[in-house]
């Protein structure tokens, strides 16, 4: 019996791999892009981690982690995460893995947390992985005090070359918390991985200012990695209307909001009459009007040797991703890609396979591999 000619391309569509089915292809002035997809159906996705076997770990903002092994979204989400609470744009946030996560299978994750009569904050919780859920869950720092603003959670994480652990609090929509040292909000926080301040933090021997804080002045970081060859940690933050930032971090540092901005008030008022001012940092880039920047790394893979050393930035309002090139902390280059995407970029990671990694945030949000045109 001769098979029906649609059977035959329903057989062909069942065994190519996802990927096959759905790549993309766009331009760029350095390579020609194939964007294509490894996994579907993640609602509201924030942050990857890739595995020592190859699979990768992947945080929902509404209180979920997800394993793609092989290719294929496992449909049962991660078990044991810590109490969490999903809350405008509170939920699950980040998730990086210990430097020595091969060894000691300990990854940490950011989300937003509720107390009972308190207010909602930012937490981190440490926890090891056994290839199916979290074991031995500990908080090892939660932002205070506390307050019931649904916004500017942050939580974005990096690793510096020594093993500390930089966390991210944003000002929780009330700016003039972001300059008070004796407040967790509006700044970035450095810590060992058991949670207490990293030797040689900037404030250890000032009372007035909490020991953790690495930087303040931070309004709301959205994206954080850490230089490939000087070993810093870039950040890029939210401005109001225009004015996101891309900063590199120096020990002590006020980075300036509110008292300092690009852009103005969401009423459209002034925030501030100023840019720049002596004691503040100045940003390296910014970007008015804003393209809600979200998700950072640099390029560091084989598979396009053009764009080696650039830092690439996902954006969630203008809906692009981000190539820019620095001579000396100056932006040389500055190219937008993907515009026909018309996607919310939410996370951006430098993939072990050369490739880039882009995490799209809708309700039915995307796992991408930016590779080379065939």
């Avoid at 947390?113 to 290839?131: W, Y």
């Avoid at 891309?246 to 980075?255: P, Q, T």
Wanted: proline share 6%.
């Amino acid at each position: 019996m001769r098979a029906c000619p649609r059977l035959i391309l329903g057989l062909i569509f069942v065994l190519l791999p996802a990927t096959a089915l759905s790549a993309q292809t766009f331009s760029s002035d350095r390579a020609e892009l194939q964007l294509e997809t490894v996994a579907e159906g993640l609602e509201h996705p924030w942050s990857l981690a890739f595995l020592p076997d190859g699979s990768q770990l992947v945080t929902e903002r509404p209180g979920r982690l997800r394993l793609i092994d092989n290719g294929q979204l496992r449909p049962e989400p991660i078990a044991g995460l810590p109490d969490l609470v999903v809350s405008g744009q509170g939920g699950l946030l980040d998730i990086v893995l210990h430097p020595d996560f091969a060894a000691n299978r300990t990854l940490f994750l950011s989300y937003a947390h509720e107390q009972s009569g308190a207010g909602m904050t930012t937490r981190v919780a440490k926890a090891r992985f056994d290839g199916k859920q979290l074991q031995n869950v500990e908080v090892i720092f939660e932002a205070l005090p506390r307050s019931w603003t649904s916004r500017h959670f942050a939580g974005r994480m990096e690793f510096d070359p020594e093993g500390n652990l930089y966390i991210a609090v944003g000002d929780r929509g009330e700016k003039d918390r972001a300059q008070d040292t004796a407040d967790d909000a509006g700044g970035v926080h450095r810590l060992t991985v058991d949670g207490k301040p990293a030797p040689g933090n900037p404030f250890l021997n000032d009372g007035s200012v909490n020991d953790t804080f690495f930087t303040y002045g931070n309004r709301n970081i959205q994206g954080m990695t850490r230089h490939p060859e000087t070993g810093a940690i870039w950040t890029h933050e939210h401005g109001p209307r225009g004015g996101d930032e891309v900063n590199i971090l120096h020990a002590g540092d006020d980075y300036g909001w509110p008292k300092v901005t690009y852009g103005i008030a969401y009423s459209g008022f002034p925030i501030t009459d100023k840019t720049t001012m002596k004691g503040v940092t100045d940003p390296l880039h910014y970007w008015d009007p804003s393209i809600a920047p979200s998700g950072m790394a640099f390029y560091t893979g084989d598979l396009f040797p053009a764009w080696q050393g650039d830092l690439f930035v996902g954006a969630l309002k203008m809906q692009k991703l981000v190539r820019l090139r620095f001579d000396n902390r100056k932006v040389v280059e500055e190219e937008d890609l993907l515009r026909d995407l018309e996607a919310r970029i939410r996370d951006v990671r430098m993939g072990p396979d050369g490739a880039l990694w882009l995490l799209t945030d809708h309700r039915n949000g995307k796992v991408y591999r930016l590779v080379p045109a065939d």
